[in-house]
């Protein structure tokens, strides 16, 4: 997988979560410390974040990060 598919499969990940919680965007943006858009480019795969950002973004959606490395999809060897 290529870094930017990565990130476009992460931002998907991340919208589920999201969706399954049943929360828009500006909800998640008032607990987590970006603005919708940067929330709304993340989802899309336009903003790489980081390992850390990634966490408290978890955190605020209250859902685990080791279930996000094990839902990784790895290339077949």
């Keep these: 997988m290529e870094e930017e598919e990565f990130y476009q499969w992460l931002g998907q990940y991340v919208k ?4 399954q919680r049943n929360k828009t ?3 998640i943006s ?4 970006l603005s919708r858009s940067s929330l ?9 974040i ?3 950002t990634l966490y408290e973004l978890l955190c605020a959606l209250d859902h ?4 996000v490395l094990d839902s990784i999809p790895t ?3």
């Design 64 to 67: 685990p990060f080791n279930d």
């Design 40 to 48: 709304a480019n993340i989802e899309t795969g336009r903003h790489r």
């Design 16 to 19: 589920n979560i999201r969706k």
């Design 25 to 27: 965007q500006v909800e």
């Design 50 to 52: 980081s390992c850390y």
């Design 30 to 33: 008032s607990i987590f410390r």
């Design 75 to 77: 290339l077949p060897k």
